[in-house]
């Protein structure tokens, strides 16, 4: 099984104090931080963009998990890499050409993900999925942060580890949306393996210890 990995999303942290925050995540065992970036197009609300990942990347040595929920990105590829991008995930549903914006991403060395919303079909993404680093399943409808966790959406972390195993394919299956330390093991036994945490985590007081939580909570039983 693969490691289990923290990722906190950086919207909801306090941009004020941003570094403290992931600092505080990362002594809690965060590995990697989660960038949603949002244009107003693809999803119904406007985070931020190539300016904001370039200063976070310079503020942690976390891994920079950036989902980009943006229409036709394969347009801001080489812009995000310069920016600090370690993994740049794009929804299959924003893009037109979906193979040819995966291998823009690995050409510009970094990983590649790919993600789908609660309402796609999972299967429609197989031809891909060999081409991957990473597969995002979303666990609420994507836009907006603090929504309830979607438990209907773990049979597709289900699909896509069985679908590994089958076919002897090593990407990571992440999940994003209401994930905290109350249901982290169950998107473990699915299949996940990176948990995006928004709220749950960067969202509390002690961030240090929300983290840890979650964590334990993941691991328990292992």
């Known amino acids: 099984m693969k490691k289990i990995k923290l990722s906190p999303s950086a919207l909801a942290c306090n941009f004020a104090n941003a570094g403290i925050q992931i600092e505080q995540a990362k002594a809690g065992g965060a590995e990697y931080l989660h960038l949603d970036v949002m244009d107003g197009i693809f999803v119904p609300n406007?985070?931020?963009?190539?300016?904001?990942?370039?200063?976070?990347?310079?503020?942690?040595?976390?891994?920079?998990?950036?989902?980009?929920?943006?229409?036709?990105?394969?347009r801001y590829i080489d812009d995000f890499v310069k920016s600090g991008a370690d993994i740049i995930t794009v929804h299959a549903e924003a893009c037109d050409d979906i193979k040819a914006t995966i291998m823009k991403i690995k050409e510009a060395g970094v990983k590649a993900g790919l993600s789908v919303k609660p309402k796609t079909d999972i299967t429609t993404i197989t031809e891909y999925l060999p081409l991957l680093d990473l597969v995002l399943v979303m666990t609420v409808e994507p836009g907006f942060g603090g929504q309830k966790f979607m438990g209907d959406m773990l049979p597709k972390c289900e699909f896509l580890r069985d679908y590994a195993a089958l076919h002897n394919l090593d990407y990571e299956i992440s999940v994003d949306g209401g994930v905290s330390a109350e249901n982290a093991r169950l998107c473990v036994n699915a299949g996940a393996n990176v948990l995006v945490a928004g709220s749950s985590v960067l969202g509390k007081e002690d961030i240090k210890s929300a983290a840890i939580e979650l964590l334990a909570a993941a691991n328990n039983g292992d």
């Open 46 to 74: 406007i985070s931020f963009g190539q300016p904001v990942v370039k200063s976070l990347s310079k503020c942690t040595d976390l891994v920079l998990d950036v989902h980009l929920m943006i229409d036709e990105p394969i």
